[in-house]
């Protein structure tokens, strides 16, 4: 079975453009989750989704991040407009039934470069 | 404010020696704790866990403890392998309610040959 699909894998914008990254969780999974990975701050937690539906969004840096995920394969992260402090890696990431006590499946990550 | 720490970044280790790799929790409503590997260009990969009602889980060469009233727990490896180079990130959530995980901020591990 495929893993975590996530696109594009490398992108670089200028500063006030439109980011959007997309991703495909493993099918059957329940929960969807979108990771920054910085070196100040690790792996932080921007939102996660059950059966396609947001449950905490309270991870999302600014009004410029917006994610979606309009059916159970499907997801994207978007940020307008971008901002050179928005480079980072972004992972997408699923689990079976929950994160705490089952096993998270990360993509292979973005990696976003806003210059 | 970071509720699960990884006070060292990076760690130097000879191989066939014992790696240790600490991790301290500021939240005592964690019960469950993880760690994750990750190397580069790739996402993180789940390496072993551990309840709060243990105190030690060990798969393999791979060792974790967890000391709760301390609110700390490490992975010991033994013996490291250059190929357990990589960053190791430990994260907690609560069990019985949590659907998400908290992580820390990684250690970078290298293990000379």
């Known amino acids: ?115 | 404010d970071q509720q699960v720490k990884q006070n060292s970044p990076s760690l130097s280790v000879q191989e066939g020696r014992i790696s240790i790799l600490n991790c301290d929790y500021t939240n005592s409503m964690f019960d469950y704790f993880l760690w994750y590997k990750k190397y580069p260009a790739e996402g993180p990969t789940f390496l072993i866990s551990i309840s709060s009602i243990k105190d030690k889980n060990e798969d393999g060469r791979f060792t974790v403890f967890l000391n709760k009233s301390a609110k700390h727990l490490s992975l010991h490896i033994v013996p490291s392998q250059p190929g357990d180079s990589a960053v190791y990130f430990c994260a907690a959530g609560v069990e019985w309610s949590g659907d998400k995980l908290t992580f820390g901020t990684g250690t970078r591990l290298a293990v000379r040959p």
């Open chain 1, 1 to 115: 079975d495929a893993g975590v699909i996530q696109s594009p894998r490398h992108e670089v914008t200028e500063m006030g453009q439109e980011v959007t990254l997309r991703c495909k969780p493993i099918s059957g999974h329940d929960y969807l989750f979108w990771y920054r990975q910085t070196m100040m701050r690790g792996l932080e937690l921007l939102i996660y989704f059950n059966n396609n539906v947001p449950i905490d969004d309270s991870g999302m840096p600014e009004d410029r991040f917006s994610a979606k995920m309009p059916n159970a394969s499907f997801s994207t992260l978007k940020i307008q407009p971008s901002e050179p402090r928005d480079s980072a890696v972004y992972f997408c990431a699923s689990s079976l039934v929950r994160a705490v006590g089952d096993t998270i499946y990360f993509g292979e990550g973005s990696w976003l470069t806003v210059v």
